[in-house]
């Protein structure tokens, strides 16, 4: 998975950001099989957070993937307070984003699903480095 060549995830970066940054656009995207130009839109929107995603992990952890398996973490133990601090800091602009009027309503659910899903990860997390699931031996 390593890639011995320069990389390509500041282009894949490039492109999420155009694709987030479309969306902002109106006019533009086509009406597709489901006949709204809106959801076109924010299709694209979270195809380019999905390429930040990927860019983002590749640039952090050198490989080509989704989901951070623990053993590549460098500071278990700080990490997971960050990921459970990001995830409670998310649920809580959750709610503050569902309360503005000019936002699309369902962001809010996108960000509070995002949220629900870090707090897993960093529960997961905290369960397998200093809860019951981590190893004695190490």
Do not use: K
């Amino acid at each position: 998975m390593d890639e011995s060549s320069e990389s390509r995830y500041p282009l894949v970066a490039a492109l999420g950001l155009l694709l987030i940054g479309s969306t902002f656009i109106t006019g533009w995207a086509p009406q597709g099989p489901w006949g709204s130009e809106s959801f076109s839109r924010g299709l694209f929107g979270l195809a380019g957070g999905f390429m930040i995603y990927l860019a983002w992990y590749r640039h952090n952890f050198g490989v080509w993937s989704v989901i951070p398996a623990l053993h590549i973490w460098q500071n278990p133990h700080t990490s997971t307070r960050i990921l459970a601090a990001v995830g409670v800091g998310l649920f809580f602009s959750s709610h503050l984003l569902g309360t503005v009027d000019f936002l699309p309503e369902p962001l809010s659910l996108i960000v509070l699903l995002c949220a629900l899903l870090v707090l897993l990860a960093a529960a997961y997390a905290w369960f397998v480095f200093e809860g019951p699931l981590g190893d004695e031996e190490e």
